[in-house]
């Protein structure tokens, strides 16, 4: 439910409006608009529709959210939200490309491959350092070593920082070395980390779990927003399907339905859905054509010898035709790959 205070109502007024819904087991969610005040009131289903608060001083009217998702949802927020880490805004008018190793292998290589994105225009430097291998004897990443290379390239190219994060106890340490923290698909429904992550704070880039359909998707979400972090991205990785062709189903119709229920920023990863180079680019066009707001793509400056994803990896040439074709798909949808002045709906 969504309280919508009215236009004059004062600070005493709202804060009542909050005790009271406390009081009657709601969790108050206050949101500063440019006119008024609104408050997003989560509860659990056994909490009771609160009545009278109607009739409270400075309250214009409720609101129910029909959704399953609350706080994420676009009854809840009607402007797109833009998430921040530093000076870099996800959901603006500018396409944010996120590129990089796989995995981080050595600083050698990092920091070839982050130069070489750099020059092309990411913005953000993608590799992890603890991986999410589906057998345990493949490389498993180089966990803090990694996270310290990553740094040392952050400082040395400028790019912000996003790796993944396995488990909850982890989330401390990663978030002193990454700006933007990563949900892999295979934890998306990891409950407990993603209350961590709420209460973390750092903007989460959440993938879309392999198996997993929107509600429960935009639900994982919401776990994190609940714990009073708005800063989420969400990333459709391609999802599994009947079709063995490519390694997944890069779910073009989820990125524009995701777009409509939800106020949050939508990236897509072509990488992992199509599981091919040669695919990457046509998938990542469609992408930006069906409203994502950014990219998360992998690059290798030699792919053949990446310890991990190298068949799916763009060598640095490839990667600067990628963002030469989504420049110009991303023109058409009015959308930009230059840094954006935004000053509206940043909403931390
Ligand atoms: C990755 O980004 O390298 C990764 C492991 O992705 P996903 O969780 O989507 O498989
Ligand atoms: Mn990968």
Redesign the pocket.
């Known amino acids: 439910m969504i309280v919508i205070m009215k236009q004059a109502a004062t600070e005493a007024e709202i804060a009542g409006v909050e005790s009271d819904l406390k009081r009657m087991g709601f969790m108050p969610h206050r949101i500063q608009g440019v006119e008024r005040v609104v408050i997003g009131a989560v509860g659990k289903q056994t909490v009771a529709f609160p009545v009278g608060l109607e009739t409270m001083p400075g309250v214009e009217k409720l609101v129910p959210v029909t959704a399953p998702y609350k706080l994420v949802s676009r009854q809840f927020i009607e402007t797109n939200s833009i998430v921040q880490a530093g000076d870099l805004l996800v959901g603006g008018r500018e396409l944010v490309i996120m590129a990089g190793p796989?995995a981080v292998e050595s600083e050698e290589q990092l920091l070839t491959i982050a130069r070489h994105v750099k020059a092309a225009g990411a913005r953000v430097l993608?590799g992890?350092a603890f991986?999410?291998r589906t057998s345990p004897y493949s490389f498993q990443g180089l966990e803090l070593e990694g996270l310290k290379m990553l740094a040392q390239a952050r400082s040395e190219t400028g790019l912000k920082i996003v790796t993944?994060v396995l488990n909850p106890q982890d989330v401390e340490l990663v978030s002193s070395y990454a700006d933007i923290l990563?949900v892999?698909?295979?934890n998306m429904q990891n409950f407990s980390l993603l209350r961590e992550l709420g209460r973390n704070g750092k903007p989460v880039l959440l993938?879309r779990g392999l198996a997993a359909t929107v509600e429960e998707w935009l639900m994982a979400a919401e776990y994190i927003l609940a714990e009073g972090n708005d800063q989420v991205i969400l990333c459709e990785?391609g999802i599994r399907t009947f079709e063995t062709a490519t390694r997944g189903t890069l779910d073009v119709s989820a990125i524009a339905m995701v777009k409509q229920l939800s106020h949050l920023p939508v990236i897509a990863?072509p990488c992992?859905s199509g599981g091919h180079w040669n695919l990457v680019l046509p998938l990542a066009m469609a992408a930006v054509a069906a409203g994502a707001d950014g990219l998360?793509v992998?690059v290798h400056h030699s792919p053949r010898e990446a310890l991990?994803?190298g068949p799916q990896s763009l060598t640095p040439a490839n990667f600067r035709r990628l963002v030469e074709g989504v420049g110009r798909v991303a023109a058409a949808v009015e959308r930009s790959l230059q840094p954006v002045q935004e000053a509206e709906g940043v909403t931390s």
Do not use: I, M, S
């Open positions: 796989c993608r992890g991986k999410p993944e990563q892999g698909a295979r993938k990785r990863d992992h998360l992998e991990c994803d």
